[in-house]
């Protein structure tokens, strides 16, 4: 005497005629002519199909003659499917990314008597590139649960990666964001480092930068480094 149904947006109900077809209670254990009987549902109208979980509710059957049957019943809301609302990678992660892991979906194949978790997905991430900027993960049941996923690819663009400074004119990390052109992926709530230990400010030469980007506990590292010239004074003859 277990019933299942799949959580709804909009509290549905349970229809007393719904019950009956699902064969909870047998009336034939009394009597074979329904039209004979009495039927009555108690706690029937507290099934709320918007909230995960168990509710118990009676059936009670009772023919002419006084003879009567009592059941109890457990309704089961399922949960709908549900997933992470987001999922952030670095651009090396998105190719062979494990979507299915990586979003957490969870979603159940309900019938009145049953409840069975889905193993397989259909997960269109055709959309998803390696290239910084946020994009949309779908995935869908066969009997048609559907749900997205936002996925956000860390990462910069960079306008200039050539920079040219003069001899002892100390540039922080601003100012080399700034004339580089660097505009991190996500554009809000992302930090963009630059690595300037190895450059050396008092000697004239060429030095890289390497460029990283930090976001949702994810540091993505950029494969081109800024190439940085430290220019010698120019000598008057």
């Known amino acids: 005497n277990h019933l299942y149904i799949l959580q709804t947006d909009v509290n549905e109900g349970v ?3 719904w019950v009956k077809e699902h064969g909870v209670i047998s009336y034939s254990d009394i009597v ?38 009592e059941k109890s019943v457990t309704v089961t809301i399922v949960p709908k499917m549900s997933a992470n609302a987001s999922i952030t990678l ?5 190719a062979g990314a494990d979507w299915k892991t990586l979003s ?3 979603a159940y194949k309900v ?21 910084p900027g946020t994009y949309t993960l779908t995935i869908t049941t066969e009997d048609g649960q559907t749900t997205t996923v936002s996925v956000v690819v ?36 992302s930090v963009t480092n630059l690595d300037l230990s190895g450059v050396d400010f008092t000697t004239a ?33």
């Open 32 to 69: 074979t002519a329904e039209e004979d009987l009495t039927v009555t549902y108690a706690g029937l109208s507290s099934v709320n199909t918007t909230t995960p979980g168990d509710t118990q509710f009676s059936v009670r059957v009772v023919d002419e003659a006084g003879n009567d049957v």
């Open 111 to 131: 019938s009145p008597t049953s409840s069975v978790p889905y193993t397989v997905f259909d997960i269109d991430a055709t959309s998803v590139l390696t290239t």
């Open 15 to 17: 229809e007393a005629s």
């Open 205 to 237: 030469g060429d030095y890289d930068i390497t460029i990283s980007v930090s976001y949702d506990g994810k540091t993505g590292t950029l494969d081109q480094t800024l190439k940085v010239h430290v220019l010698p004074y120019l000598s008057a003859k």
């Open 154 to 189: 860390v990462g910069a663009s960079v306008e200039n990666y050539d920079l040219y400074v003069n001899l002892d004119d100390v540039k922080d990390e601003a100012w080399f964001i700034t004339e580089a052109g660097i505009v991190a992926s996500p554009v809000s709530g």
């Open 104 to 106: 957490g979906v969870v």
């Open 90 to 94: 670095i651009p090396s992660e998105v």
